[in-house]
């Protein structure tokens, strides 16, 4: 789920699954790591892992959810366009002067 949303294309990602999904899973894993699996250190252990998986994916939510908005119309998919290309031309303004 989170690989396909990450590297699917943004207008194929449902924002309200995917926050439900995400949201859910995490809680689940946390019950899952307090609960059945506290005294099974193997099963512990995985579930931890994929635990900071979700985690770092949480704060991701936000941006996908605002991108995927109904009401965004061209004229700001032309405005997000133009502050990516003023933040990289930075980056590779920045990047130069190092050089």
């Not at 449902?14 to 946390?30: G, H, K």
């Not at 099974?40 to 959810?65: A, C, G, R």
């Amino acid at each position: 789920m989170i690989t396909q949303c990450m590297e699917g294309p943004l207008n194929s990602v449902n924002r309200e699954q995917l926050t439900d999904d995400v949201l859910n899973s995490w809680n689940e894993l946390n019950k899952l790591e307090k609960g059945p699996f506290k005294t099974v250190p193997h099963m512990k252990h995985v579930t931890q892992k994929v635990k900071k998986i979700y985690e770092s994916f949480k704060p991701k939510l936000p941006i996908i959810n605002d991108l995927r908005n109904p009401c965004l119309v061209k004229r700001h998919w032309f405005q997000i366009n133009a502050l990516i290309r003023r933040y990289n031309n930075e980056i590779i303004a920045e990047q130069e002067r190092k050089e």
